[in-house]
């Protein structure tokens, strides 16, 4: 039997949209001093017949595990960009204040617009809004996230 | 495996693509291997090629799709990975509908071709890095 493969295949060099959104999350953790626990859930879905990898964002309150809140999901496929957000109409009129009519799909096509994206989503009113919710339900009073 | 041979000794495109197939998994430590499914909602039943990463809940890329007329032509469909359809086009000039491959050995050298593009080392090297991070994560 011939071999038409090359020899080896390696990986390749660079951040993943998922380990920017960890590192991102993981501040938000710390802000809040871990009363709002950010937990980032990966998996695959099928789109459109092919394969995304999916990664949401839960808020979640350590000491109340029944509370938690899907703030956004990211998308993408083998290719780690475009990147797509699906964030909720408020969010996405804080992100994008100018775009007119009902979206909640937004395309980010490299590492260098990913990471103003993420900061306007976790620096956002609605960010703080929603985070606030949850650290009155820690019995904290609405504190919001301090930037 | 099963060796469908043809009349004039030609290997079956479909043997050919399965032994292939096979041979991925060994170089990427089974993280990434690749995988035949027959479509038969076609006639002639359509093949398709896909890479499958295991660790990520076997996440499933189609590179291209085959089709062919007993044994050959082989057609070619590149329609779900464009920019592998562009990569080939740039070596061997542009085709109408699908690429034909009208021999076992032209089969074989298009085969060549696409596991030796950038776009399939970008594509598998993805899929190992994802995998990896992946697994560190559900670990952690």
Same mark, same amino acid.
């Given at each position: 039997m011939k071999d038409l493969w090359l020899n080896k295949y390696d990986k390749v060099a660079g951040k993943t949209p998922g380990s920017i959104l960890e590192k991102q999350a993981a501040r938000l953790g710390e802000k809040t001093k871990h009363q709002v626990e950010p937990v980032v859930e990966q998996s695959r879905v099928l789109l459109e017949e092919e394969n995304s990898l999916w990664h949401r964002l839960l808020l979640t309150i350590p000491t109340r595990p029944m509370y938690q809140y899907g703030h956004f999901t990211m998308l993408h496929s083998?290719?780690?960009?475009p990147v797509f957000f699906l964030v909720d109409e408020e969010m996405m009129r804080e992100l994008q204040? +100018? /775009? %007119? +009519? /009902?979206?909640?799909l937004l395309r980010v096509e490299s590492e260098e617009e990913l990471q103003p994206v993420l900061q306007g989503i976790f620096n956002s009113k609605e960010t703080e809004r929603v985070v606030g919710l949850l650290q009155a339900q820690n019995g904290n009073g609405s504190q919001g996230v301090k930037k | 495996m099963s060796d469908l041979q043809t009349n004039n000794n030609q290997r079956h495109p479909l043997t050919i693509l399965r032994e292939q197939a096979s041979l991925l998994g060994s170089k990427t430590d089974n993280v990434v291997v690749a995988k035949v499914i027959e479509d038969d909602s076609y006639d002639p039943p359509k093949y398709d090629f896909y890479l499958i990463a %295991?660790?990520?809940?076997n996440f499933h890329h189609r590179l291209f799709s085959i089709q062919y007329e007993i044994p050959y032509p082989v057609f070619f469909d590149f329609r779900k990975e464009k920019k592998l359809e562009q990569e080939i086009e740039e070596k061997r000039g542009k085709w109408k509908w699908e690429l034909p491959a009208y021999s076992e050995e032209e089969f074989e050298s298009i085969l060549y071709e696409i596991f030796h593009s950038e776009r399939i080392k970008k594509v598998i090297g993805s899929l190992l890095t994802l995998s990896e991070e992946f697994v560190a994560e559900a670990g952690s």
């Amino acid at each position: 039997m011939k071999d038409l493969w090359l020899n080896k295949y390696d990986k390749v060099a660079g951040k993943t949209p998922g380990s920017i959104l960890e590192k991102q999350a993981a501040r938000l953790g710390e802000k809040t001093k871990h009363q709002v626990e950010p937990v980032v859930e990966q998996s695959r879905v099928l789109l459109e017949e092919e394969n995304s990898l999916w990664h949401r964002l839960l808020l979640t309150i350590p000491t109340r595990p029944m509370y938690q809140y899907g703030h956004f999901t990211m998308l993408h496929s083998a290719d780690f960009y475009p990147v797509f957000f699906l964030v909720d109409e408020e969010m996405m009129r804080e992100l994008q204040p +100018g /775009r %007119i +009519g /009902r979206h909640s799909l937004l395309r980010v096509e490299s590492e260098e617009e990913l990471q103003p994206v993420l900061q306007g989503i976790f620096n956002s009113k609605e960010t703080e809004r929603v985070v606030g919710l949850l650290q009155a339900q820690n019995g904290n009073g609405s504190q919001g996230v301090k930037k | 495996m099963s060796d469908l041979q043809t009349n004039n000794n030609q290997r079956h495109p479909l043997t050919i693509l399965r032994e292939q197939a096979s041979l991925l998994g060994s170089k990427t430590d089974n993280v990434v291997v690749a995988k035949v499914i027959e479509d038969d909602s076609y006639d002639p039943p359509k093949y398709d090629f896909y890479l499958i990463a %295991i660790p990520l809940e076997n996440f499933h890329h189609r590179l291209f799709s085959i089709q062919y007329e007993i044994p050959y032509p082989v057609f070619f469909d590149f329609r779900k990975e464009k920019k592998l359809e562009q990569e080939i086009e740039e070596k061997r000039g542009k085709w109408k509908w699908e690429l034909p491959a009208y021999s076992e050995e032209e089969f074989e050298s298009i085969l060549y071709e696409i596991f030796h593009s950038e776009r399939i080392k970008k594509v598998i090297g993805s899929l190992l890095t994802l995998s990896e991070e992946f697994v560190a994560e559900a670990g952690s």
